[in-house]
């Protein structure tokens, strides 16, 4: 991954409300709490196949709607190799990290535009 990744596409963000940044300031506040990608961990944990894949699953449908490009994108590869069987540690690590720098930059448009 470089350095120039964007994590929030806020061109798209902005349009799916409607341009109210506002409301998409508070979607991503609200978007902070979430704790989907803990149950992914646990699940691992657990070896609970099918409770990963429901948390994976609902946490790239957040991703996508709140157009957070990159970890939509490493969840969506994370979710496939849960269905396929493999728990991939490496993956889960990435999407981790991203996930952690998607916050970073929410709390930027959180700042900017709330």
């Given at each position: 991954?470089s350095?120039?990744?964007?994590?929030?596409?806020?061109?798209?963000?902005?349009?799916?409300?409607?341009?109210?940044?506002?409301?998409?300031?508070?979607?991503?506040?609200?978007?902070k709490?979430?704790?989907h990608?803990?149950?992914?961990?646990?699940?691992?944990?657990?070896?609970?196949?099918?409770?990963?894949?429901?948390?994976?699953?609902?946490?790239?449908?957040?991703?996508?709607?709140?157009?957070?490009?990159?970890?939509?994108?490493?969840?969506?590869?994370?979710?496939?190799?849960i269905?396929?069987?493999?728990?991939?540690?490496?993956?889960?690590?990435?999407?981790?990290?991203?996930?952690?720098?998607?916050?970073?930059?929410?709390?930027?448009?959180?700042?900017?535009?709330?």
């Open positions: 991954m350095d120039n990744v964007i994590y929030i596409n806020l061109d798209e963000g902005f349009k799916r409300v409607m341009n109210n940044t506002k409301l998409f300031s508070k979607l991503l506040l609200k978007f709490d979430d704790i990608l803990n149950e992914i961990e646990a699940s691992f944990k657990d070896g609970n196949n099918d409770k990963a894949k429901d948390a994976a699953h609902t946490l790239k449908g957040l991703a996508a709607n709140l157009s957070l490009t990159e970890l939509y994108k490493q969840v969506m590869e994370l979710e496939a190799q269905k396929a069987g493999n728990n991939n540690a490496d993956q889960l690590a990435l999407v981790k990290d991203v996930y952690a720098k998607t916050l970073i930059e929410a709390d930027e448009v959180i700042a900017k535009y709330a």
